[in-house]
């Protein structure tokens, strides 16, 4: 029996604030990702009120894709892609985000993408807000924990649904939605306004200063997340539309009940606390309890109610890197995500960023999220972010991000055979990209080299690496060989 269903969507990811550059340019307006200034595995990133002319933002140039669209759009088509998921930056389509008309150059940027992803058999699958937000937004109204920017978002989704009906048909509103309950995500998806020169960095358990502002502006975004799938279907009844969650696994340190009781509220606030809002249109029973401990006081009213009931996603969509652990235990072996710590686990090896590589945990999730909705689900971002060498023959021979992906694969071949009802997957910056969470260059997922690093050096020409051509064949074989 085959391993994948005949119409399984392959591809990969990029997000438009990591990838695409010219950030000032046909009138895109400055996104609370353009005042970020990068860092690295040891130095986090920060960020300045306004532009300091002697730093370096990493999004000013990204991969400068604006400029390179049609090569890299070849290069998928060249790999058999069938989906591409990209994200489109707000701040180009309504530079202050409260503007009435939209910038029409931004409009036709993104148009003539999604109409040569037609032309190569491309699918595209749109990320309407990926850690971004017209800057403007957060200065002038504190972000997202201001309810007026549920409707200047309304307006921008209501307006992409429109611009593309017929050219795109798969949406996800909100990139890892629950990463705003970490302050990292929250200033990145424009929940909050920081002081200047604010770093940015993991927060342990999400409990961190300033909740009652994130935990505010979450539920803005639900509300603002559901009024779009409702206007996207009013629209377009064929538009599949997505909710986003930066999946999380999570093993208890020992056997002691503490430890499994701490894992599973873990996984209950980060992996379902958002999920049961967007799938099942309530918040989870948990939820309350939560609130009440943490002297949370949302401003809920009853037709935020009915709009989180009827505005419930399509499927459910996820990005799916590595592993931690939890437990009661002080003073424990720490390992770093982006946005999390967490202790480390002594079975599995760790990249160079400190994340765990643990494919066995992607099959756990899948069946585990699968369990509690039983709606279609999409593994959206998967990755290694890795140094790679370029060979004095220009090679570059990524064999550990194939291993990395072959694992990875195999993983979702079991979750189908458990029965999970798996439609695609999506890997992280098929192409390379900046890192969000530390403005790298040098850490790179792609299956097609950038010539630029974090020296700021290179022309931007593209190269693809071994794990093109592995890739290729995987895609050919509908993950029969790998
Ligand atoms: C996810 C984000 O959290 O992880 C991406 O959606 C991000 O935007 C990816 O790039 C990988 O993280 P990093 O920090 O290595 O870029």
Redesign the pocket.
């Known amino acids: 029996m085959a391993k994948f269903p005949k119409d399984f969507l392959w591809g990969g990811a990029t997000?438009a604030n990591?990838y695409e550059g010219a950030w000032n340019v046909d009138g895109k307006g400055p996104s609370t990702a353009d005042m970020l200034i990068g860092g690295d595995v040891n130095t986090p990133r920060r960020f300045t009120k306004t532009i300091d002319p002697n730093a370096y933002y990493p999004s000013h140039q990204g991969s400068d894709f604006y400029h390179h669209w049609e090569e890299d759009l070849n290069y998928l088509h060249e790999m058999g892609f069938k989906v591409y998921r990209l994200s489109i930056a707000w701040s180009r389509i309504f530079p202050n985000g409260d503007d009435i008309e939209p910038n029409r150059k931004g409009l036709e940027f993104y148009r003539q993408i999604f109409k040569r992803c037609h032309e190569l058999g491309i699918e595209p699958l749109v990320t309407i807000s990926?850690?971004e937000a017209p800057y403007h937004l957060t200065e002038a109204y504190g972000g997202w924990a201001n309810r007026k920017v549920i409707d200047f978002f309304v307006n921008y989704a209501q307006t992409l649904f429109r611009e593309y009906r017929g050219l795109v048909h798969y949406w996800l509103t909100f990139?890892?939605i629950n990463?705003l309950q970490a302050p990292f995500?929250a200033y990145m998806a424009g929940a909050l306004p920081l002081e200047d020169g604010a770093e940015l960095k993991p927060d342990t358990s999400g409990a961190g200063d300033r909740l009652q502002e994130r935990y505010q502006a979450l539920h803005y975004q639900f509300v603002a997340s559901a009024k779009a799938v409702q206007i996207g279907h009013a629209i377009d009844l064929h538009n599949e539309i997505g909710c986003?969650i930066?999946g999380g696994m999570d093993y208890p340190l020992t056997a002691r009940p503490e430890d499994t009781f701490k894992t599973d509220m873990a996984d209950n606030m980060r992996n379902f606390f958002c999920g049961d809002v967007q799938v099942r249109g309530e918040y989870p029973p948990f939820a309350k309890r939560f609130f009440e401990e943490n002297n949370i006081k949302l401003d809920f009213t009853d037709a935020d109610r009915q709009i989180l009931a009827i505005g419930t996603v399509d499927f459910y969509s996820f990005?799916y890197?590595s592993s931690g652990v939890e437990t009661t235990e002080k003073n424990t072996d720490k390992a770093a995500?982006?946005?999390t710590v967490s202790t480390r686990n002594p079975y599995l090896k760790y990249n160079d960023?400190g994340?765990a590589m643990d494919p066995l945990g992607l099959r756990t999730y899948l069946n585990r999220v699968y369990g509690r909705y039983q709606i279609p689900l999409m593994v959206v971002?998967n990755?290694l972010?890795a140094f790679d060498k370029v060979e004095a023959d220009g090679s570059i021979n990524d064999d550990y991000r194939i291993d990395y992906y072959q694992a990875h694969i195999n993983a979702m071949a079991e979750a189908i055979k458990d029965g999970v009802d798996l439609i695609g997957y999506t890997t992280?910056?098929c192409i390379d990209?900046?890192?969000?969470?530390?403005g790298q260059m040098d850490?790179r997922?792609g299956f097609v080299y950038v010539n630029r690093n974090d020296k700021q050096e290179g022309d931007f020409s593209r190269h693809p690496k071994k794990s093109f051509y592995w890739y290729k064949k995987a895609i050919a074989s509908n993950g029969e060989d790998l």
Do not use: I, P
Request: net charge negative.
């Open positions: 997000a990591q990926h850690y990139n890892e990463m995500g986003m930066a990005s890197y995500g982006n946005q960023w994340w971002e990755g972010g992280w910056g990209l900046v890192s969000a969470g530390t850490k997922y």
